[in-house]
């Protein structure tokens, strides 16, 4: 979607090494976010974020570190992945404005750990 | 703890039925209930209710909230094969400024 990036789009990685996914927005918004999805949980939230420096957990954050020194950038860490950190991950920014243009998401993050 | 139901968690019909998506909620300070629709890639957005009875509609989709009842209802009429996806409901609350979301629906419509 225009105005947010994800990247890298595919990565396949080993058990224990650590891992670094970035969401990168282009427009200046203050909430950003990182969510997971598995089949038959739909999308959970890992943590978000309200501003530079600003950061909160979310409902599956164990396992999970995020930075956000800069607006525009969002990074999600696994400091040491496990199998069952296999998912898509998905980053999100809230435009504030409701509707069809106010939570919108990237095109996702496929990462297996083998 | 903020927590949205879908239901069901499967579904497979023919084109031309009508398919009724159920979400359930519960959730602190209620903002507004959003439906989303998922075909492998990012969710995209459908429908955002925020007061009771007020149906909202786009083509051949329709949703209607229940704030007393804490649950919702997305139809789909005349089903057509583009419609096979996932449906995903989310709740906002009012000063989490994020979405909870259940389980998805998976929705298959069969030529």
């Known amino acids: 979607d225009a105005g947010i990036t994800q990247s890298p789009r595919h990565k396949v990685t080993e058990t224990g090494t650590p891992v670094t996914l970035r969401c990168h927005q282009t427009?200046?918004?203050?909430?950003m976010y990182w969510y997971r999805q598995d089949p038959g949980h739909g999308l959970r939230l890992i943590h978000y974020?309200?501003?530079?420096?600003?950061?909160d957990k979310g409902e599956v954050s164990d396992g999970y570190s995020v930075s956000r020194s800069k607006t525009e950038d969002f990074l999600l860490t696994l400091e040491s992945a496990t199998s069952s950190q296999t998912s898509v991950y998905f980053c999100?920014?809230?435009?504030?404005?409701?509707?069809?243009?106010?939570?919108?998401f990237g095109s996702g993050t496929r990462l297996t750990v083998v | 703890e903020d927590k949205v139901v879908q239901s069901p968690l499967s579904l497979v019909v023919h084109e031309g039925d009508t398919v009724t998506l159920n979400c359930s909620y519960e959730v602190t300070n209620f903002r507004s209930l959003l439906w989303y629709k998922q075909e492998k890639k990012a969710p995209t957005f459908l429908f955002m209710l925020?007061?009771?009875?007020i149906e909202k509609k786009s083509g051949r989709l329709s949703s209607i909230l229940d704030k007393k009842e804490l649950f919702s209802i997305l139809n789909i009429t005349a089903t057509q094969t583009g419609d096979s996806a996932v449906y995903l409901c989310?709740?906002?609350?009012?000063?989490?400024?994020?979405?909870?979301f259940g389980a998805g629906t998976i929705l298959r419509v069969k030529s």
């Open positions: 925020t007061s009771s009875g």
């Open positions: 999100a920014i809230n435009r504030g404005t409701g509707g069809s243009t106010g939570y919108t």
């Open positions: 427009e200046n918004h203050r909430y």
């Open positions: 989310a709740v906002e609350a009012e000063y989490g400024n994020k979405l909870v």
């Open positions: 974020s309200y501003g530079v420096k600003d950061t």
